[in-house]
């Protein structure tokens, strides 16, 4: 029972950083209208910005710095490479992303090397905590709360204030919004930045867990993918429950069968889009059909 109770936290806590990158990626896809390929390296620069400025600023710091320079470094991608495929087939874009990633870790390589890096756990967040059934590490129920409060947070931008409104109105229907004086170009930037944002964070917390390499964006990048499709395009809702229905699946299949840990999420998806094509909460996007 403690083994399953840990293997449950663990999923859990899985789930919630599948569901920062998955939103992301929804943001993202909602605007311009590509499967954002990059962003699994904005996740790994999240995790080696982290590295770098926990040593000057500490670790607190680290976890507002380091996405926003990840948000910045996205900014400017989306300007200078996604801004001209605007309005073009969406296959060009998708090879653009798909280019741009292989370069960008590439690129990586070449600056911090082909090895990797240990990052250790805070000393103020190492040791266990009591959560009931079993003594459980510190930092990931400080992970696990830390990004539950960060998807409320992001829900409560999207749906509560103006600019939130703004973005969901954009990724329907773009044209309507120039329509009323606003200018999209504007919004698809911070757009693209706050979903880019949010994988920085998603790479600056499992830093101490996971380690920091050149190819760990891959870890987060084909199950965020998977979590958006189960929870349904365009859906915030989809993707918390799906995101956690992923990560609990992942968690106790490793436990269970080691070896199938990672062909269960890819056969998950295909259940639930036999039944449902268009996800858990699926939406039609107007754009797009």
């Not at 399953?4 to 999923?11: A, M, R, V």
């Not at 009931?132 to 129920?141: A, D, E, N, P, W």
């Not at 200018?183 to 930045?193: G, Q």
């Not at 499992?206 to 199950?223: E, F, I, K, N, T």
């Amino acid at each position: 029972m403690t083994m399953f109770g840990s293997q449950l936290i663990n999923g859990l806590m899985l789930g919630m950083v599948y569901i920062c990158m998955a939103i992301g990626l929804s943001i993202i896809f909602g605007m311009i209208g590509v499967v954002n390929f990059t962003h699994g390296i904005l996740f790994t620069l999240g995790a080696y910005f982290a590295l770098h400025v926990s040593k000057a600023f500490g670790f607190g710091l680290t976890l507002i710095i380091s996405p926003i320079i990840v948000g910045l470094i996205a900014m400017v991608l989306e300007a200078v490479f996604f801004r001209p495929f605007y309005g073009k087939p969406h296959l060009l874009g998708l090879l653009l992303a798909f280019g741009l990633a292989l370069m960008l870790e590439e690129s990586i390589r070449m600056i911090w090397g082909i090895r990797g890096f240990p990052y250790d756990i805070p000393k103020v967040l190492q040791g266990t905590i009591n959560v009931g059934i079993l003594h459980y590490s510190q930092y990931r129920v400080f992970l696990l709360l830390l990004t539950v409060l960060a998807i409320i947070g992001v829900w409560l931008f999207l749906e509560k204030t103006s600019y939130g409104m703004i973005i969901r109105a954009a990724s329907r229907d773009s044209e309507m919004v120039r329509m009323l004086g606003i200018s999209t170009k504007k919004v698809f930037t911070l757009s693209f930045a706050l979903g880019s944002l949010l994988a920085g964070f998603a790479g600056a917390i499992v830093a101490p867990l996971w380690g920091v390499h050149p190819a760990m964006g891959s870890d987060a990048l084909m199950p965020s993918f998977v979590v958006v499709v189960i929870g349904g395009l365009g859906n915030f809702w989809g993707a918390v429950i799906s995101g956690i229905l992923l990560g609990e699946v992942v968690s106790l299949s490793i436990w269970i069968w080691p070896p199938m840990s990672e062909a269960v999420m890819y056969i998950l998806m295909g259940l639930i889009l036999l039944i449902r094509p268009r996800g858990l909460l699926g939406e039609k996007w107007k754009e797009f059909e």
